[in-house]
C-alpha cells in the first residue's frame, strides 16, 4: 500500500526566504509525482508534475525534484512572498485503480 | 473554457439524512474522480468513474454510491449521513482513464457539514 509523508507538516518563514518542501513515498513504482496547492477551504491547484522518467520541473520561482529510487521529491519555492501562504499536497500516481495517493500535506505561512 | 464545477458550495445536513453532490467535467473529459478531505485525515480516493462505469472504489462504505451520466457529468450520494461525514468533497476529472497518467483537474469543492 503507498504511503505518502511530508515534512515538515506546518512552516512558517519571513517573507523573502527560499525554503523547501519535502514529500517520501515508500513505493517507488510510481508513474509521477504532483505537487499542488490548497488555499483555506479551496479546491487544488496543480502547481508542478514530474514524469517518473523525469528529474525535476520548474515554474517560475517553483521547482520540484524526483528521486524514484529513494522515494523522495523536495519542492523548492524561491523568495517566498505572503501569497505563498496555502497548504502545499504532494501526490503519487502508481497506475492502480487511477487514483491518486496525497501526503499529509505542509502549512506554509509567509509573513512580513 | 471552463474548469471542473461542483454544486452546491455548501451543504448542511442531519444525521441519517441523503447527500447529493453534483460533478461537472472540463468539456472533453470522460473520466471523473471523487475525494473526500475531512479534517484531520487528509485527501482519500473515494470513487472513479469513466464512460459511464465504476471503475475504481476506495476504502468507503457502500452508502457512499454514484453514478456518471452520458454527458459524463457525475453525482456523488451518501446515504444515512454520519458526523464523521463532514469533509470537503472533491471532484475531479481527466481525459479517458489510462493506466499511465492522465492530468486530473480538481473543481472547488462541496463542503458538507453533518449536524
Known amino acids: 500500500k503507498q504511503e505518502v509523508t511530508q515534512i515538515p507538516a506546518a512552516l512558517s518563514v519571513p517573507e523573502g526566504e527560499n525554503l523547501v518542501l519535502n514529500c517520501s513515498f515508500t513505493?517507488?513504482?510510481?508513474?509521477?509525482l504532483q505537487w499542488f496547492r490548497q488555499d483555506p477551504g479551496k479546491g487544488l491547484t496543480s502547481l508542478l508534475l514530474?514524469?517518473?522518467?523525469?528529474r525535476e520541473q520548474t515554474s517560475g520561482r517553483l521547482n520540484a525534484s524526483l528521486d524514484k529510487s529513494s522515494g523522495r521529491s523536495t519542492l523548492y519555492i524561491a523568495a517566498s512572498q505572503p501569497g505563498d501562504s496555502a497548504t502545499y499536497l504532494c501526490a503519487v500516481f502508481t497506475g492502480g485503480g487511477n487514483k491518486l495517493t496525497f501526503g499529509t500535506g505542509t502549512q506554509l505561512k509567509v509573513e512580513l | 473554457e471552463a474548469g471542473v464545477t461542483q454544486s452546491p458550495t455548501h451543504l448542511i445536513k442531519t444525521r441519517g439524512q441523503q447527500a447529493t453532490l453534483r460533478c461537472s467535467p472540463i468539456?472533453?473529459?470522460?473520466?471523473v474522480y471523487w475525494y473526500q478531505q475531512a479534517l484531520g485525515l487528509g485527501l482519500q480516493f473515494l470513487l472513479w468513474y469513466d464512460e459511464g462505469e465504476e471503475r475504481n472504489r476506495g476504502n468507503f462504505p457502500p452508502r457512499f454510491s454514484g453514478r456518471q451520466f452520458p454527458n459524463y457529468s457525475s453525482e456523488l450520494n451518501v446515504n444515512a449521513l454520519e458526523l464523521e461525514d463532514s469533509a470537503l468533497y472533491l471532484c475531479?476529472?481527466?481525459?479517458?482513464?489510462?493506466?499511465?497518467?492522465?492530468?486530473?483537474?480538481f473543481g472547488p469543492g462541496t463542503r458538507l457539514t453533518v449536524l
Open positions: 513505493d517507488s513504482a510510481i508513474y509521477n
Open positions: 514530474i514524469q517518473s522518467s523525469q
Open positions: 475531479a476529472s481527466s481525459l479517458e482513464g489510462a493506466r499511465t497518467y492522465n492530468e486530473q483537474f
Open positions: 468539456s472533453g473529459h470522460t473520466s
